[in-house]
């Protein structure tokens, strides 16, 4: 069975800072990555996947992620983050390739605050 | 893109009676809908994965009898809390394969309170 962890609770930044939450899955096959966002009184909303090629994926509003197979990671990063983007984080990943939908497993989320 | 409703979004009740969770895929056909279950200051559980027209598949743990899940056709999914108790107080999230990608579709959550 897959796991996920997020290493980090609570990430305090002020705005215009970088962004950089960890993530780092266990599983032994091939793996679907996610990154999803819940802001403050909204439902869950897909910020970016990863299931093939190139690893470093791009997503909405300046989110990045990248894949690396060796370490089992798949940190989600910012250069600048803004006030709009406290929320909080679940990282996801399922399995890849076994053909139907497979089910998602999250890790415990990082909820971010960003300061004006 | 995909949607899917989730009603109601907050319900209170009375230990003992049952609750009823319904999840609508709108303009898409979701032939499979998974129902997570996601306690304060943790992670998204997943409960089951329900399939059109087949029984449910419950996770270890997870009492059937308890957590009934009807799928009865393609754009609906319901989720019941039978004989409901304080202890299953909580934040219910269906989810369902948005069309394509294996992008997945979230409901906006139903936070039961059960006194």
């Known amino acids: 069975a897959q796991s996920v962890s997020q290493h980090n609770h609570h990430v305090i930044l002020s705005e215009a800072a970088s962004l950089e939450l960890g993530c780092n899955y266990s599983y032994g096959g091939t793996v679907n990555l996610f990154w999803y966002v819940q802001y403050p009184g909204q439902h869950l909303q897909l910020l970016l996947k990863y299931f093939s090629g190139d690893p470093l994926v791009k997503g909405i509003k300046g989110f990045e992620a990248e894949f690396i197979k060796s370490k089992f990671s798949f940190n989600l990063r910012k250069p600048s983050v803004q006030w709009s983007d406290t929320a909080e984080y679940f990282c996801a990943v399922n399995a890849a390739g076994s053909g139907g939908y497979q089910k998602v497993t999250f890790g415990t989320g990082t909820k971010l605050q960003v300061i004006p | 893109g995909a949607v899917v409703s989730q009603h109601p979004s907050r319900v209170i009740c009375k230990s003992g009676t049952s609750v009823k969770i319904e999840c609508r895929s709108l303009?898409?056909?979701?032939?499979?809908m998974f129902w997570y279950r996601q306690f304060p200051k943790q992670s998204l559980m997943l409960m089951a994965t329900?399939?059109?027209?087949?029984?449910?598949?419950?996770e270890q743990g997870v009492e059937k009898d308890k957590f009934l899940i009807n799928h009865a056709s393609l754009t609906l999914s319901t989720l019941t809390v039978t004989s409901a108790h304080p202890e299953d107080s909580s934040f219910y999230i269906c989810?369902?394969?948005?069309?394509?990608?294996?992008?997945?579709?979230f409901g906006s959550g139903t936070r039961l309170t059960v006194v």
């Open positions: 303009d898409f056909q979701a032939t499979t």
């Open positions: 329900s399939n059109e027209g087949s029984k449910a598949t419950y």
């Open positions: 989810s369902a394969p948005g069309a394509g990608n294996y992008g997945y579709t």
